[in-house]
Nanobody, 125 residues
Framework: EVQLVESGGGSVQPGGSLRLSCAAS????????MSWVRQAPGKGPGWVSG????????KYAGSVKGRFTISRDNAKNTLSLQMNSLKPEDTAVYYC??????????????????WGQGTQVTISS
């Protein structure tokens, strides 16, 4: 089983940037697609972005497309999310999630079988 540990959350003003990281251990990270999922206060979890196992294909939710960039470093077993032009509605706990296979990146949360503990992102003036 893979262990996932997120870091990089914090509090910034609207328009600011943050970079989230997810460190993976305990399994072959490079075999699996990975995604970021967030949960805003009082709402259910929502998929944000994902990258297939090799890092060549990425997808984004419409609400973050053009502002967020997902990447992975399979040599370092890390997943990252660069978040720019942050908005108050981006406030949420952000989780990295391991896909059940190498390819699926999308909003079906049942397709993810390992989750980190989450990191809080707060956007406020």
């Amino acid at each position: 089983e893979v262990q996932l540990v997120e870091s990089g959350g914090g509090s910034v003003q609207p328009g600011g940037s943050l970079r989230l990281s997810c460190a993976a251990s305990g399994s072959t990270f490079s075999n699996y697609a990975m995604s970021w999922v967030r949960q805003a206060p009082g709402k259910g979890p929502g998929w944000v972005s994902g990258v297939e196992s090799g890092g060549g294909s990425t997808k984004y939710a419409g609400s973050v497309k053009g502002r967020f960039t997902i990447s992975r470093d399979n040599a370092k077993n890390t997943l990252s999310l660069q978040m720019n032009s942050l908005k108050p509605e981006d406030t949420a706990v952000y989780y990295c999630a391991k896909g059940a296979d190498s390819e699926y990146v999308g909003p079906l949360l049942t397709e993810y079988d390992n989750w980190g503990q989450g990191t809080q992102v707060t956007i406020s003036s």
